[in-house]
């Protein structure tokens, strides 16, 4: 078995400082689907209830809370991240921030953004007086 001396220097800075060597992160992924924007986060181990959300201009924050085992038992390994975690999104002024949804099922936490009606394109009739055209926009 190979030995990763970093993360043997995690484990020890950890151990010595009592906090997490790497920072925690949520891993994310996001795609466009139709005219809305799906944001999926692994929270494996997360209760739904510790998970909050919240919007601030165009800046979604995503907090979430894995529990700190505590007592007498020695860690082996600690890779999870535990204890309060968070990840900022900065969203685009052609999202609907009053619209997201958001949903927890197994592990994972799936936002849905829609795009801002105003963003989407249109078409614009022009009169010429004997038809009409349609311009696309």
Known sequence: ?????FRELDRLTQQVLGTPARPAVMAMDAWRSGDEFVVEFDLPGVDPGSVELDVERNVLTVRAQRPVHEGTAEMLAAERPRGV????????DNLDTEKISAAYHSGVLTL??????????RRIQIDTGD???????
């Open 85 to 92: 975690f968070s990840r900022q999104l900065i969203l685009g």
């Open 112 to 121: 849905r953004i829609p795009v801002a009606e105003r963003a989407k394109p």
């Open 1 to 5: 078995m190979r030995t990763d001396p």
């Open 131 to 137: 038809e009409q055209l349609a311009i696309s926009r």
